[in-house]
């Protein structure tokens, strides 16, 4: 005998229907309701804040000189190494000096020679101009021939051309003997100026060859106050002004800053991959040493600063070309996650902006300010804000998964 069929069935789909029904009216209902914002608050704190322009710079001494040699030959010795520090007159290196001094001694013989012969041609002139006088009284008396008075005449003229011709020679050999002497004294290379070996360009043994262009042996610095070239682009350029304070920061010495003040903005700029880049001088003083040619430095020029300010960060400020917010309940919600970019919050620097702040009781209130120093993550507030207020620098709102209970408004964060 088959079962009977159950009569409660028809109940339980109705049942299951009208429970469908409710919770899809209760998802519905629940959808257009907006979940409570949630929002991000700064506090209004003081400190330091500054406006500055970054480049890259290199570090290389404000005073050095390359050594070279002004004569020919072969290295004979050096006398100096790298990193040795020097005084003016130290003695460098020396050339080999072989040739040049058989030069000097050559021309010295020479000079005994000629000055030899100057006294030979002098004696001959006072011989001939005794025999000249002679004849030119006995001429008055008649007591000579005039051929013989003639003679005499031409052969003083002849020993005082002589006299002058070698008094001419003398002159030359005395000229080419200090040159000889010169070239002698610089196979004796001298430092210039004091300082410190930084490199070396030459060996000892090495022939150099002067002939054409005089070849480098080493470099003096004088590392106790070093200059900063730093490539600025050509946009920030315009925002350097001689004068201004600068510092910097290398890559081995950690946060320590060297200060100086800019002097110098080169009108040439250097093109780097078609990026236009300003070269700007600074020096610094390097008393330790700490600082070494060819060191990189993070450089920043310092446009504008404030101690012991009020600052609150960028993304605080609302866009210039915002309205009003709308109020709801008596509420106004900020714009989510609001930010602005740090140019537009620097030009307006002393000027009027709007910020949000968020009371004690949950309440937005929008409010103007007068803003000054700003760089890309805070700005200084002249007025309109006080140490401790809470700022809106953005909003989010809750995430709510498919058939999860709602979820309580939370309370306001003030920090």
Known sequence: MPPRPLRFWPWVAILAVVAAAIAAGWQLWRGGEAPPVSYVTAPVE????????????????????????????????????????????????EIVSTIYQARVEAGRAQLLAQRAQLADRQAQLMLARQQFERQER??????????????????????????????????????????????????????????????????????????????????IADLSTMTVTAQVSEADVGRLTLGMDAY?????????????????????????????????????PNPSGELMTQMTAQVFFVAAAAENALLIPVAALLPLQS???????????PRPETTVPRGEAASAAGGRRTVQVLREDGTVEQRAVRIGVANRVAVQVLDGLSEGEQVIVGGRRPVQT?????????????S
């Open 46 to 93: 003081r400190g330091s804040i500054e406006d500055t322009v970054t480049a890259i710079g290199m570090l290389q001494p404000l005073g050095f000189v390359d050594v070279g040699t002004q004569v020919s030959g072969q290295l004979g010795k050096l006398h100096v190494d790298v990193g040795d520090r020097l005084a003016q007159g130290d003695l460098l290196a």
């Open 138 to 219: 006995l001429m008055r008396e008649n007591a000579t021939s005039q051929d013989a008075q003639q003679s005499a005449a031409a052969v003083f003229g002849s020993a005082a051309a002589q006299v002058e011709v070698l008094k001419a020679q003398i002159q030359n050999t005395e000229s080419t003997l200090k040159a000889d002497e010169a070239n002698l004294s610089y196979t004796r290379i001298y430092a210039p100026m004091a300082g410190t070996v930084v490199s070396l360009s030459a060996k000892q043994g090495q022939t150099l060859n002067a002939n054409q262009q005089a070849p480098i042996i080493l470099r």
């Open 248 to 284: 910097f920061t290398t890559l081995g010495l950690g946060s320590k800053r060297w200060q100086g003040t800019l002097r110098k903005i080169l009108p040439t700029p250097e093109v780097i991959n078609n990026v236009v880049l300003y070269n700007a001088l600074f020096d610094v």
């Open 323 to 333: 309205g009003r917010p709308s109020r709801v309940g008596g509420d106004s919600r």
């Open 402 to 414: 498919p058939g999860e209970a709602p979820r309580p408004a939370p309370q306001p964060r003030l």
